[in-house]
C-alpha cells in the first residue's frame, strides 16, 4: 500500500541535513526558570544551530536575556543567539551591551527595531541618540565586533510598513549592513513564505531565509500573538482547535498534527533549516523535530 505521495518520499536527516534553531525567552520566576532550563535540556541533544533568546519589550528582559544567555554559554554546549533591540536606549547603551556579549563570548546577535515601547499598533519614534532601525543596529554591531548577526523578515509584511515591497526593501538594508540570516515571523500557509521567498530572491537577496514554525500550544494565545505580529490565521486552522478550548490532550495532539503537516511540507519543497518558536516548551518541538529525522546526538553516536 503506498503511504502516501510526501510521507513516502519523506527521507530523513542523513540523507539532506537538517538544521534547527529554538527560541526561548527569559523566565520571569522560579517556576518558569524551572520549564525553560527542562526545556533546554530535553532540546540539547538535538544539537540545534543555535538557541536564541529574546529580548523584552522596551529592554525590559535586559539583565534576563543576558542571564538566560550567559548560563547557556556557560552550562550548556549550545551556541547562544542573544536578541537585541533599539528601543529605549542610546547607542553607547546599546554598544556597552554589545561589548559585554563579546566580553562573554558571545557570537551570535538577533539584531531588531522592537515594537514601540506603547507595544505593537503605537507609532515607533527612534531614541534620540539611539539607533534609527535595525538596519543602522545591524552597522553598529558590526562595528563592534565579530559577530554573527540574524534579522527578522515578515512573509506577510510587518505591520508598520506601507507595502510588502517597502518591507523587503528593509530587508535588503539589513543585509547589506551585514546580516547573514533572516528568520521569519510565523505563518501557517507555507505557500506565503514561498511567495515572499521569491520575491526577496529576485530583490537580490541571497542569504538563508529560515521559517519561523510556531507549534500553537495555545490557540487562544497564537491568535492574539498574531493579530499582533500581522500574522493571518486560516479558518482551516482555527476550525482545527474549535471547541478544544477545555480538552488540552486533544489539543496537543492536534497542535503536533498541524506542526508537523507544515514543517513537512516544507521540507517537501526544499527547506532544510527550521526555527522554532518554542514559548519554553519542549514536547511539541521535540516530537517535530523527531518527525524530521533528527535524533538525539548521543544515540547517533553509538550507532
Ligand atoms: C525572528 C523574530 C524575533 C523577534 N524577537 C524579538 C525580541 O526578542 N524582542 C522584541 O521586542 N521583539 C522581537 N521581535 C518583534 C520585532 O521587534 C517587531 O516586529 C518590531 O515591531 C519590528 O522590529 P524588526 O527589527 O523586525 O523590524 P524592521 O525589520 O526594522 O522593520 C519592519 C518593517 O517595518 C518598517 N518600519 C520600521 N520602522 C518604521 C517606521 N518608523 N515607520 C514606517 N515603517 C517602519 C520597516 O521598513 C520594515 O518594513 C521579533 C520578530 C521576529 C520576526
Redesign the pocket.
Known amino acids: 500500500m503506498d503511504a502516501g505521495p510526501r510521507l513516502s518520499r519523506f527521507m530523513p536527516a542523513r540523507h539532506r541535513r537538517i538544521g534547527v534553531s529554538f527560541?526561548f525567552f527569559p523566565p520571569k520566576d522560579e517556576g518558569m526558570e524551572k520549564i525553560l532550563w527542562d526545556s533546554v535540556e530535553r532540546l540539547k541533544p538535538l544539537a540545534p544551530d543555535f538557541v536564541?533568546v529574546?529580548?523584552?519589550?522596551?529592554g525590559s528582559t535586559r539583565e534576563r536575556t543576558h542571564a538566560t544567555v550567559k548560563r547557556i554559554l556557560s552550562e550548556t554546549p549550545l551556541t547562544p543567539a542573544a536578541?537585541l533591540?533599539c528601543?529605549a536606549a542610546t547607542r553607547g547603551e546599546v554598544d556597552a551591551i554589545v561589548r559585554n556579549y563579546h566580553d562573554a563570548g558571545v557570537r551570535h546577535i538577533?539584531?531588531?527595531?522592537?515594537?514601540?515601547v506603547g507595544g505593537?499598533g503605537d507609532?515607533?519614534?527612534?531614541h534620540p541618540g539611539g539607533y534609527q532601525?535595525?538596519?543602522d543596529l545591524v552597522a553598529g554591531i558590526k562595528r563592534a565586533g565579530d559577530f554573527e548577526i540574524?534579522?527578522?523578515?515578515?512573509p506577510e509584511?510587518?505591520?508598520?510598513?506601507?507595502t510588502l515591497e517597502?518591507?523587503i526593501?528593509?530587508?535588503k538594508a539589513?543585509v547589506d549592513a551585514g546580516a547573514s540570516r533572516a528568520?521569519?515571523?510565523f505563518f501557517f500557509e507555507n505557500d506565503l513564505y514561498f511567495r515572499y521567498l521569491e520575491r526577496v530572491r529576485a530583490r537580490g537577496i541571497d542569504i538563508p531565509i529560515v521559517p519561523?514554525i510556531l507549534p500553537v500550544q495555545n490557540f487562544k494565545a497564537a491568535k492574539n500573538f498574531a493579530a499582533r505580529?500581522g500574522a493571518s490565521v486560516p479558518v482551516w486552522l482555527a476550525e482545527r482547535f474549535h471547541g478544544l478550548d477545555n480538552d488540552p490532550t486533544t489539543r496537543k495532539l492536534i497542535a503536533a498534527a498541524v506542526a508537523a503537516e507544515q514543517v513537512i511540507d516544507l521540507f517537501d519543497r526544499g527547506v532544510t533549516n527550521f526555527?522554532f518558536y518554542t514559548m519554553n516548551r519542549a514536547d511539541l518541538v521535540y516530537a517535530i523535530c523527531h518527525l524530521l529525522g533528527l535524533r538525539p546526538v548521543t544515540q547517533e553516536a553509538v550507532q
Do not use: C
Open positions: 527560541e536564541s529574546t529580548y523584552g519589550a522596551g536578541h533591540t528601543v538577533v539584531a531588531l527595531r522592537g515594537d514601540p505593537a507609532k515607533y519614534a527612534p532601525n535595525a538596519a540574524s534579522v527578522s523578515a515578515y509584511k510587518h505591520p508598520d510598513s506601507p517597502a518591507d526593501d528593509m530587508l539589513k528568520i521569519t515571523q519561523g505580529a526555527h
